[in-house]
């Protein structure tokens, strides 16, 4: 005999559907369907874009380096692109784990700032790396999005009377 994954419950028609992760075909809820291999491969991917990414860097500050422009100029030049790189890990972990709704201030430019998230994003790639470590990349988003709509939908369902078409028996039609 061999045992069957148990089948889920149906749903009421309108009820919130969880909603599929972007490049895993499948959703936070189900993981199946080559969810375990696509996010070893997106972890190994991530991790070389980050050295590919902290390479090119590299390359750069050694071509400054070259120059003869002094150790301020070198030191500054480093120093800005930890800051930058520091800014991008704390801007794509909490885009990853609270969503893009989330991002206050700073942190929800995208234009004004592209060039500080360019050059960060060595520290963009680490944190999506440290990310799907612990789970697929927005997942979290996800799944709290999911537990929102659920949540809304039982309110709505808890407020009705029990007549489906809505309408409370203690009022009289209005007449014309």
Same mark, same amino acid.
């Given at each position: ?43 190994? !991917? *991530?991790?070389? #874009?980050? @050295? =590919? ?9 050694? +071509?400054? $380096? ?53 050059? !960060? *994003?060595?520290? #963009?790639? @680490? =944190? ?9 990349? +927005?997942? $979290? ?36």
């Amino acid at each position: 005999m061999s045992e069957q994954p148990p089948t889920p419950a149906p749903r009421p028609v309108g009820a919130p559907e969880p909603q599929p992760i972007r490049w895993f075909g499948t959703s936070w809820l189900n993981r199946d369907g080559g969810y375990w291999p696509r996010r070893v491969a997106v972890a190994v !991917g *991530s991790l070389a #874009a980050t @050295a =590919a990414v902290v390479l090119l860097l590299r390359f750069g500050v050694e +071509g400054i $380096a070259l120059s003869d422009n002094g150790t301020f100029v070198n030191g500054l030049l480093t120093a800005a692109i930890a800051v930058c790189s520091m800014m991008s890990v704390r801007r794509t972990w909490k885009l990853l784990t609270e969503g893009r709704d989330q991002l206050t201030g700073w942190m929800a430019e995208d234009k004004s700032l592209g060039a500080v998230w360019l050059i !960060g *994003s060595a520290g #963009a790639l @680490a =944190a999506y790396f440290a990310r799907s470590l612990v789970e697929a990349p +927005g997942e $979290a988003v996800q799944r709290a999005s999911y537990e929102r709509a659920v949540a809304q939908y039982e309110k709505r369902q808890a407020g009705r009377s029990g007549r489906p078409d809505g309408k409370s028996p203690s009022r009289p039609k209005r007449k014309r």
